[in-house]
């Protein structure tokens, strides 16, 4: 399984931004499809989920209400509506899938494959 995520870049605050998560190679039907990220100096740390299939969605209480999480199972892509960013946003941004259950979605140590990571940039 390969992850290849894209869309960063570097925005304004109040701006917004969409990052892409393609995913190749072997998918499994019951498999989780996150966000997480990681700023400098800083523990990598959830930021949004959704099973590739269903539609419940699972937010970190830092991006709820300013970021989505959305899929797209024909072309095995997950996506992130990132409006409203803040400065304390910038961060690498990486797209994780693995068979992590509900409960274990929040850890990284939970997924088995990971994209590469795109840094997202807030100037203030």
Not at 4 to 29: E, F, H
Not at 53 to 76: E, L, M, P, Q, W
Not at 102 to 118: D, V
Request: aromatic share 12%; net charge positive.
């Amino acid at each position: 399984v390969q992850l290849q995520a894209s869309g960063g870049g570097l925005v304004q605050a109040g701006g917004s931004l969409r990052l892409s998560c393609a995913v190749s190679g072997r998918t499994l039907s019951g498999y989780v499809m996150s966000w997480f990220r990681q700023a400098p100096g800083k523990e990598r740390e959830f930021v949004a989920a959704m099973f590739r299939h269903g539609g419940n969605t699972y937010y970190a209480d830092s991006v709820k209400g300013r970021f989505t999480i959305s899929k797209d199972n024909a072309k095995n892509t997950v996506m992130l509506q990132m409006n409203n960013l803040k400065p304390e946003d910038t961060a690498v941004y990486y797209c994780a899938t693995g068979s992590a259950i509900l409960s274990q979605i929040y850890y990284s140590s939970a997924y088995n494959y990971w994209g590469q990571g795109t840094q997202v940039t807030v100037s203030s």
